[in-house]
């Protein structure tokens, strides 16, 4: 199994098990987060959940496409863009005290991790990442070089 299928396949699971809490289990997450529940943000919560599982989806679906370089370029900028802008303000919120949560420090870390995993493969070689397209629709071609 390729690398970049590995954190697509991570990246999905992840996402999508946030999707399904966030829209199914809103009242229990803000609950547990010591908010007032209203409909509003519960409302909030559940289209949360729903960006989360499509972006799950997303992922799942991209999993077996080569990516890197130009190849997927959309699909690896959104989500290195996602956990880019969400691991700052993670962090900004750690530092200002704001947030204390114990497990809230744990899903601040998965996101640097598939922050960092993301820009690499934004920002490398897909032949190095996957084997020069190796088993994909056109690993007939010869390679360029």
């Not at 829209?23 to 409302?43: G, V, W």
């Not at 909030?44 to 370089?69: E, R, S």
């Amino acid at each position: 199994m390729s690398n970049t299928k590995t954190l697509m396949i991570a990246s999905a699971l992840f996402m999508g098990l946030l999707g399904i809490m966030f829209s199914f289990l809103p009242d229990q997450i803000l609950y547990a987060l010591h908010q007032i529940q209203n409909p509003t943000l519960i409302l909030f919560t559940q289209i949360f959940g729903a960006l989360y599982f499509g972006f799950g989806i997303m992922n799942w679906m991209g999993k077996t496409v080569l990516i890197g370089g130009i190849y997927s370029r959309p699909l690896c900028i959104g989500n290195f863009t996602h956990f880019t802008i969400a691991s700052i303000a993670m962090i900004k919120a750690i530092i200002t005290g704001s947030i204390t949560y114990k497990y809230f420090m744990v899903i601040t870390i998965i996101y640097i991790i598939f922050s960092i995993l993301f820009g690499y493969i934004l920002f490398s070689n897909p032949k190095s990442l996957n084997g020069a397209m190796k088993g994909s629709a056109f690993s007939f071609l010869p390679a360029c070089d």
